[in-house]
C-alpha cells in the first residue's frame, strides 16, 4: 500500500512581537517581581516568545495527529476508545 508522506515542520513557527506584546498585555498581573513591581515586557520578550513557539508547535502536532487518525479510520475502518 503506497504511503504518502506529510511532513509537519514545527521549527517554521514564528511569533512575531505583536503577538508577544498582546500575551503580555493579557497577563500583566502574572508579571510581578518579589518587590511588587511590573517586570518590563523587554525583559520577558525572549520567556514569551518561547512560551508562545512552545505552544503553538502542541497545538500544530496535536492538529496533524487527530488528522493522521482520521485519516486511519476513514481508509482502515479503524475505531478508537478513549
Not at 498581573?29 to 516568545?49: M, V, W
Request: glycine residues 2%; proline residues 4%; positive net charge.
Amino acid at each position: 500500500m503506497p504511503c504518502s508522506r506529510n511532513i509537519l515542520n514545527l521549527e517554521e513557527i514564528n511569533i512575531s512581537e505583536k503577538e508577544a506584546r498582546a500575551f503580555y498585555e493579557r497577563n500583566k498581573t502574572r508579571f510581578i517581581d518579589a518587590n511588587g513591581k511590573q517586570i518590563p515586557f523587554e525583559s520577558l520578550k525572549p520567556f514569551i516568545i518561547q512560551t508562545l513557539k512552545e505552544q503553538k508547535r502542541r497545538e500544530a502536532l496535536m492538529a496533524a495527529f487527530n488528522r493522521f487518525i482520521e485519516d486511519l479510520k476513514k481508509r482502515n475502518k479503524v475505531e478508537v476508545f478513549y
